[in-house]
């Protein structure tokens, strides 16, 4: 499977399925909801990270589940926006989750959501290291996920 633009990801989707935001970490997976208007994002769970398999295999069956259609996943550009080593890994554990669920992907630029997710946790919720640390990966999710739910012309929403 190629990865695809966002707007050609959203034009690929049937009438209310759901769309799964992804933003993979070295130690844990944290993975987002949309709705089904896909217009708001959620923190869905956060998973610890292992072999590709077990991540397909937890994939497609939230995928089953949530009527899930395609993937969203966050890919960290450096700061100049170029694709460096972590995005080029990020992109090829992409193209092979999306070859081996059969869901259609693309990229969104993650950089620096998780401490945009961190900066807010600390200044709103008052959250400890340890509280921020479980909900962090998930909550990052989202924020990509919103980001790319936001960014969609009105025109290729469901409705």
């Known amino acids: 499977m190629t990865l ?3 707007p050609q990801l959203a034009a690929t989707l049937p009438r209310h399925a759901r769309l799964l935001g992804i933003d993979p970490g070295r130690k844990q997976v944290g993975l987002a909801l949309s709705d089904v208007s ?8 956060t998973v610890k990270r292992g072999k590709l398999g077990q ?4 994939i497609r069956a939230v995928a089953q589940e949530h009527e899930v259609a395609g993937l969203v996943v966050g890919v960290p550009l450096s700061l100049d926006g170029s694709f460096g080593p972590a995005a080029q890994a990020s992109r090829d554990w992409t193209l092979e989750l999306s070859a ?4 259609p992907a693309c990229l969104w ?14 200044q709103e919720a008052d ?7 479980e909900a962090v990966d998930k ?3 989202a924020y990509i996920l919103q980001a790319a739910l936001d960014s969609l012309p009105g025109d ?4």
């Open 109 to 122: 630029d993650e950089r620096l959501s998780s401490s945009a997710v961190n900066r807010m946790l600390i």
């Open 55 to 58: 991540m397909v295999t937890f």
């Open 156 to 159: 290729l929403t469901p409705f």
């Open 127 to 133: 959250l400890s290291r340890a509280r921020r640390a």
């Open 38 to 45: 896909r217009m708001v994002a959620s923190p869905f769970q």
């Open 4 to 6: 695809l633009t966002l």
């Open 100 to 103: 081996q669920t059969g869901l």
């Open 139 to 141: 909550l990052a999710a």
